[in-house]
């Protein structure tokens, strides 16, 4: 594209520099308000870069005399225009044509739209390549845009450590320091040893398959939205919706949905049973009347998609209420998941999974929420029992951080592993909790924040419901 036909304010970038050389002193917020190379004219980026480097040296201000002398120095001064053109951009600001702060958002508005041109060209430049697949095309021209954003967007650079000393000190005479937790998940030995779930941190839940990892992510799921008044979502790449949807509404109203769909209670036939089971069914949607979940059960979604729909969630809460957020996804579950680009005759599966590891860390930090994937276990879990005195098996073994599936990248990109354990039988059959409950272990791992441990939780399979034990004490040792 020409010149001519770019978004260009060159009078700006004159008003930018000139006030900036006139100032009696330079101002940082303006001086982090563009960046050098949001000028499109390389004359006054050299002439901006000096500014600059004469405020990191120290200082206060930045005359068209020293600007000119550190250029000559530099041997940039007849690059950048030479002493004259300098001394005409500092002449023409002696009456402002604009403040500026004013004109710096102006150069750095101009920039971005040049660079969303240029975005856009890419973006055709490669959605001609026949070799990408149209999921990866569509990621990588959103993630370009969403580039141009946050260069905008930078945060708040360094912090004075000492003055968050005083801060946190300040908080604990307060009596308001220590308050502030990760999201709420319904399970308050849990939320002692994650602190909550935390923005920006990868939890992994792993189990083997029927021993409810489903069901404990979706009471998670309904809870932290109950709860905390923020957003959840669930991507179900095994499960259709309405079956998702059946089981939380179960767990909800603690019916037993599988016996309700086998044997549907009607007024004519059982009136008590009918009035029991819809004003449980009542009360259930009125308890999840007010939360914000959202199902996708799209099987094969590949990380591309998984991005761009959290992304598209995301903006779609904030739009909804500007006072929720989305605070979750949960992804059911991760061995189902595709890399984006799809299989590699030249990538092992354990390469696939490690880069979907590595794509979900980096959406959790992106958008500041907590990404809960499921995971399976090896079955080597099952096969490599307790052995008892008698030398005949007890159980199953406690599960250890390798036996999640192609396990590598999930330990280490996870900020917190989670497993479901089922104790030996005969230990739990000596004291149950709750007359229908059995008893599970829900390990922690790796807790890359805090302690390791277990949570001793009640499963009710009927009502495909979790809740924390009700009797025993809430947490045990594990065995390894």
Partial sequence: MEAGQQPIDLDAERTFLGGLMLATELNEDHLRSVQAEDFFDRRHRLIFESICQESEGGGADAPSLVVIDRLRSQGALQTAGGAEYIEQIV????????????????????????????????????????????????????????????????????????????????????????????????????DRYLGGLQPGHFVVLGARPGMGKTSLALTIAANVARLNNCGVGVFSLEMPAQELVERLLASTAKVNMLEVKRNPPTFDSDPERFFKVMERMGDAVAAMDNTLIQVDDQPGLTLADIRHRTRNLDRQIKNQDSQKKLGVIVIDYLQLMRASGGGS????????????????????????????????????????????????????????????????????????????????????????????????????????????????????????????????????????
């Avoid at 002449?91 to 040049?114: D, Y």
């Avoid at 980096?362 to 907590?370: D, F, P, Q, S, V």
Wanted: charged letters at 35%.
């Fill in 91 to 190: 002449a023409s600001q002696m009456i402002p044509k604009a403040s500026i702060q004013r004109a710096g958002r102006i150069v750095s508005e101009q920039a971005q739209l040049r660079q969303l041109i240029q975005a856009a060209q890419e973006i055709i430049q490669a959605a001609q390549e026949k070799e990408v697949e149209i999921g990866d095309k569509l990621d990588a021209a959103e993630q370009r845009i969403m580039n141009i954003r946050d260069r905008r967007e930078s945060g708040e650079g360094m912090v004075d450590m000492v003055q968050v000393m005083k801060a946190i000190t300040s908080q604990m005479s307060e009596g308001t320091w220590g308050h502030e937790r990760g999201l709420i998940t319904g399970f308050d030995r849990l």
């Fill in 345 to 480: 005759r030249n990538r092992s599966r354990e390469q696939e999974v490690a880069e979907i590891s590595k794509g979900l860390k980096g959406l959790a930090k992106e958008l500041n929420i907590t990404v809960i994937a499921l995971s399976q276990l090896r079955r080597q879990v099952e096969q490599e029992g307790v052995v008892g005195e008698d030398g005949k098996p007890k159980g199953d073994r406690e599960p250890r951080l390798s036996d999640l599936r192609e396990s590598g990248a999930i330990e280490q990109d996870a900020d917190s592993v989670l497993v479901l354990h089922k104790p030996n039988k005969a230990d739990d059959d000596d004291d149950r909790s709750v007359e229908d409950a059995s008893t599970v272990k829900l390990l922690v791992l790796k807790n890359r924040h805090g302690d390791r441990g277990a949570v001793m939780l009640d499963f009710r399979p009927q009502y495909t419901l979790f809740t924390p034990q009700a009797v025993r004490k809430d947490s045990a040792e594990m065995v390894h």
